[in-house]
């Protein structure tokens, strides 16, 4: 079983920068893939980012790329997701989430088996 609870969520202005974390309990921190999905309102959840677990392999959602910066510390069982750039469109609620996967697979939200319940991030124009 592994527990993940996201902060840093909040209100920023267009063109502002958040820092998002999240921090796991629970079964094998280090040994997993972790992602970031987020959800606006009236929308389906998306990918944004996932990091392998020893960090050495990111993924992308083009719609961040350039403005996103994910990483973790195995040491304190977080991961960071590290955003610039804001815009409207980025307001949602973010989710992380802890799986298994490689390559293009890690873009799937079927493969992460656990979630935490979303910090919500909003962007004002």
């Known amino acids: 079983q592994v527990q993940l609870v996201e902060s840093g969520g909040g209100l920023v202005q267009t063109g502002g920068s958040l820092t998002l974390s999240c921090a796991a309990s629970?079964?094998?921190?280090?040994?997993?893939?972790m992602g970031w999905f987020r959800q606006a309102p009236g929308k389906e959840r998306e990918f944004v980012v996932a990091?392998?677990?020893?960090?050495?392999?990111?993924y992308y959602a083009d719609s961040v790329k350039g403005r996103a910066t994910i990483s973790r510390d195995n040491a304190k069982d977080t991961v960071y997701l590290q955003m610039n750039s804001l815009t409207p469109e980025d307001t949602a609620v973010y989710y992380c989430?802890?799986?298994?996967?490689?390559?293009?697979?890690?873009?799937?939200?079927?493969?992460?088996?656990?979630w935490g319940q979303g910090t919500q991030v909003t962007v004002s124009s």
């Open positions: 990091i392998s677990w020893s960090g050495g392999s990111t």
């Open positions: 629970g079964r094998t921190f280090s040994s997993r893939v």
């Open positions: 989430a802890s799986g298994g996967c490689s390559g293009y697979r890690c873009w799937q939200s079927r493969v992460y088996d656990y």
